[in-house]
């Protein structure tokens, strides 16, 4: 399985800026690309943005499109997610997904759950 370790997390002010990097072990054959998603205090683990190995396609999702941007250093298996503009409520913890596959029919992520960080946190004050 492959294995990954995030960084970069921290405190920032609203309207600041930070960028997390995740550096995974490997890359599975069969795997769509790597990805992040987060959990809020009470809440369940969202998804936040995706990266294809392949075609370099990225996603994100609707809460933090034109503020997150998610890209990769494919010779070195590290994907980064620059975060823009936070908001109080992009407060929580993130976490690095290293193996990311993606259904047929609805284009959902599916992350292997072996395959997760150990997380960052990341906190947004007002």
């Known amino acids: 399985q492959v294995q990954v370790a995030e960084s970069g997390g921290g405190s920032v002010q609203a309207g600041g800026s930070l960028r997390l990097s995740c550096a995974a072990s490997g890359r599975p054959l069969s795997s769509y690309g790597m990805g992040w998603f987060r959990q809020a205090p009470g809440k369940e683990r969202d998804f936040v943005a995706a990266?294809?190995?392949?075609?370099?396609?990225?996603t994100v999702s609707d809460s933090v499109k034109g503020r997150f941007t998610i890209s990769s250093d494919n010779s070195k298996n590290t994907i980064f997610l620059q975060m823009n503009s936070l908001k109080p409520e992009d407060t929580a913890v993130y976490y690095c997904n290293g193996d990311l596959r993606r259904t047929y029919y609805s284009g959902d992520f599916v992350p292997d759950r072996g395959a997760w960080g150990q997380g960052t946190q990341v906190t947004v004050t007002s």
């Open positions: 990266i294809s190995w392949s075609s370099g396609d990225t």
